[in-house]
């Protein structure tokens, strides 16, 4: 079992920034690929960003890409989210989530935290 607690959310104005982190326990965290996925009321989950094991590879969907950073520290068994220029449209719970190999889909990660709330103000 691997447990994922997420932290960081909140209100921001548009056009702010915030950072999501996700600590891991239970199991050895580089065996894992991280993935974040973000659930807006009356939507489905949607793929975020995913980082590979060793973290040399990152993923990001469209919709965040060259606004999201992705960033795992091993020794630390965390993995954050940085997400500068927020927009209203960016608003929903944010799961970290967890899986052996790099996948965007969301069905196919085992292991997921309890989400954290992000509201972006226009």
């Known amino acids: 079992q691997v447990q994922l607690v997420e932290s960081g959310g909140g209100l921001v104005q548009a056009g702010g920034s915030l950072r999501l982190s996700c600590v891991a326990s239970?199991?050895?965290?580089?065996?894992?690929?991280m993935g974040w996925f973000r659930q807006a009321p009356g939507k489905e989950r949607e793929f975020v960003s995913v980082?590979?094991?060793?973290?040399?590879?990152?993923y990001y969907s469209d919709s965040v890409k060259g606004r999201f950073t992705i960033s795992r520290d091993n020794a630390k068994n965390t993995v954050n989210l940085q997400m500068n220029s927020l927009k209203p449209e960016d608003t929903a719970v944010y799961y970290c989530?967890?899986?052996?190999?790099?996948?965007?889909?969301?069905?196919?990660?085992?292991?997921w935290g309890q989400g954290t709330q992000v509201t972006v103000a226009s």
């Open positions: 989530a967890a899986r052996r190999q790099v996948d965007t889909n969301p069905t196919s990660f085992e292991y």
């Open positions: 239970g199991r050895t965290f580089s065996n894992y690929a």
């Open positions: 980082i590979s094991r060793s973290g040399d590879s990152t």
